[in-house]
């Protein structure tokens, strides 16, 4: 006798965070109150009991409110349960299927963390401990419906990441970064780059970088309240940690002045007559350095006299839940961009999440498309860099309980919002053409 019912928070964290087969962030309790607040949803955590009284899957299960009394509802990342167990999967869909059904539901999403290709960063194939296609059969044949395997950011979540797994030894992790990657954060410890853990006074700092990330990127993402109200949720059971990068202008002042006496030691030292070859091209080198190190020298005084002598770069919101950590949100100022400020931050809490004990460290979506035109393609070769498994989940499955209404749904009112935008275009370009 199975029974699907709802589960309070603690029997609930306690079943996903200690799943051996699937945990993730976006199954959390805090998630679902997450969601609730900032998007509109309602969260419904539920368990699918035995006879004994045992959870033996679950999830948490998002209600979008349609007009006519409608809904869909979403498991983001689910469902929390053993994938290879073809019986616990169909007794769930059929009971969830249910669930959705006596709340008006049109449609059940879900786009489950199961991996179905994963290359190293030698990008040579890795054998998967489950054979995802029959996972994948699996869950077509239980009545859902594959949309595709897309190759951008067009699902829900993003369908491409880099993992880094950290079972491996610290070293080892390093080895794999590209060459730059490691000239880059020598060079930032060099220049005495920092990177401190933030709290909640931060936060205002933090949502600034992410609008200037997003004014870069030409990417379109939240309001700072959704920043705050995130961090806070996840604070409360400390699940999220805020990494601010900083550089000290008065310290990188110290070391170009320093640098600049010694290459005058070293240009005095040459002789001042009868100089030949080898010598000439000594003095036109520290001449070059020497310019260099006096543009260096004015740049940073007047980033002193501007920001201060402690200049934050970086800001990284990193989200940890049961064995795993998330690099979920960067944001990245556009300055100073070449004390990369940026890559150590990114090591350093790399290294925190390894001694933490996390077994995965995710870097939260790429692209699949990887034609050089590619606008993301920017974003795919900096997360390559740290030498991350390439890994392509699954994708994303629709279980239709109304088909009327999903196809209204999903094909008419995206096609009727297009016209409406383009009349509505017209009209103003028509208003604007009279104006003249």
Request: aromatic share 14%; proline share 2%.
């Amino acid at each position: 006798m199975y029974e699907l019912v709802n589960l309070e928070k603690e029997e609930y964290e306690k079943f996903v965070k200690n799943n051996k087969y699937k945990s993730h962030f976006l199954q959390s309790y805090a998630w679902g109150q997450f969601a609730k607040a900032k998007k509109g949803l309602f969260p419904y955590y539920l368990g699918l009991k035995n006879e004994d009284n045992e959870i033996i899957a679950s999830s948490l299960l998002l209600q979008k409110r349609l007009p006519l009394g409608y809904s869909y509802f979403y498991s983001p990342r689910g469902f929390v349960l053993d994938y290879t167990d073809e019986k616990t999967f169909s007794l769930f869909t059929k009971e969830i299927v249910k669930f959705v059904k006596a709340k008006k539901g049109i449609f059940l999403k879900i786009d489950p963390d199961i991996i179905r290709k994963k290359q190293n960063y030698l990008e040579e194939e890795v054998k998967l401990p489950y054979d995802s296609t029959k996972i994948f059969e699996m869950i077509t044949n239980n009545g859902y419906k594959h949309l595709g395997f897309t190759k951008n950011f067009e699902t829900m979540q993003p369908r491409f990441t880099f993992r880094i797994d950290l079972e491996q030894d610290m070293d080892t992790i390093k080895d794999h970064f590209s060459k730059t990657t490691k000239q880059r954060i020598n060079k930032a410890i060099k220049l005495g780059c920092e990177v401190s853990i933030g709290t909640d006074e931060d936060l205002d700092k933090f949502c600034q970088l992410m609008m200037i990330t997003e004014e870069r990127k030409d990417f379109v993402s939240y309001d700072s309240s959704y920043y705050k109200t995130l961090y806070k949720m996840y604070n409360e059971d400390n699940n999220m940690t805020l990494f601010l990068g900083k550089i000290f202008p008065s310290k990188i002042l110290q070391e170009l002045n320093e640098r600049k006496d010694s290459l005058q030691v070293e240009i005095d030292k040459l002789p001042k007559e009868n100089m030949g070859k080898s010598a000439k091209n000594k003095l036109k080198e520290f001449n070059n350095q020497l310019d260099k190190v006096k543009s260096d020298i004015k740049k940073y005084s007047e980033v002193l006299e501007k920001y201060g002598d402690e200049l934050i770069l970086n800001a990284h919101m990193i989200i940890e839940y049961a064995d795993k950590a998330w690099v979920l949100y960067a944001g990245n100022e556009n300055i100073l961009t070449e004390t990369y400020a940026n890559y150590y931050t990114y090591l350093t809490h790399l290294e925190y999440c390894k001694n933490k004990g996390y077994r995965v460290y995710d870097q939260f979506g790429t692209i699949g498309d990887l034609r050089k035109d590619n606008p993301r393609m920017g974003l795919h070769e900096f997360k390559k860099k740290f030498g991350g498994d390439y890994v392509e989940f699954l994708g994303e499955f629709d279980y239709v309980t109304n088909s009327l209404m999903y196809f209204v749904f999903t094909k008419m009112v995206p096609l009727y919002r297009k016209i409406v935008r383009k009349k509505s275009k017209k009209v103003i370009e028509n208003e604007v053409n009279r104006s003249k």
